[in-house]
């Protein structure tokens, strides 16, 4: 809008940019570098990836796929611990089989999520597993949308960036030991008003 009310541009010219991006010319090459950048054309990569990665999870819903999985899991999943390491490990798996971080947080909290409930965990703790095995462990996976983007943008390969990534793999770690121990892992208030032990 700026664009069009200061310096007389029309609407077609802005969704011109807006799709293909501008490229500047100040005379100053990194200047150049750092404000020419491609516009909606130049992200259909990753956005590809999250096109087919949502389809592939509507799929794996829709023909059951996914109740009979979490069958199988919950029906190991019969301790905390293990309900966390499921949890955990499925985000994990989803990231690497589905390439999609989105469907790493969405297709476990409706697996689990019943489980926690009967389990008598608040879903904070579902939430904290999700972010900790699906959104933490998404930039480590290089064929998955957050990793190819942070190739793409950073040019650095997520495989090179992974050991550093300390906080990325000691949150997984960390989430792991909660289960186990029970620390952090908040129980839901029964109707007498008494935490359950």
Not at 67 to 94: C, D, K, P, Q, W
Not at 125 to 137: A, F, K, V
Request: one cysteine or more.
């Amino acid at each position: 809008m700026a664009a069009m009310l200061l310096q007389g541009e029309s609407l077609a010219q802005l969704l011109i940019v807006a799709y293909d991006g501008y490229a500047a010319h100040t005379g100053n090459a990194a200047i150049d570098t750092l404000l020419t950048r491609g516009g909606m054309s130049s992200m259909y990569g990753t956005i590809g990836i999250i096109i087919w990665a949502m389809c592939f999870g509507g799929i794996m819903e829709r023909s059951g796929m996914l109740g009979r999985l979490a069958e199988a899991i919950l029906s190991v999943a019969r301790t905390r611990a293990r309900l966390v390491a499921a949890t955990l490990a499925t985000s994990l798996g989803i990231n690497l089989a589905a390439a999609d971080q989105y469907l790493s947080i969405i297709v476990p909290g409706r697996m689990y999520r019943p489980a926690y409930a009967r389990m008598g965990l608040e879903p904070k703790n579902l939430s904290r597993c999700l972010e900790d095995g699906g959104t933490l462990t998404s930039p480590l996976v290089p064929w998955n949308s957050c990793g190819a983007y942070m190739f793409a943008t950073l040019g650095v390969f997520p495989l090179a960036y992974l050991p550093f990534a300390f906080f990325n793999l000691s949150n997984f770690a960390i989430s792991l030991i909660c289960g186990i121990t029970g620390w952090t892992m908040t129980r839901t208030v029964p109707e007498s008003g008494h935490t359950e032990s």
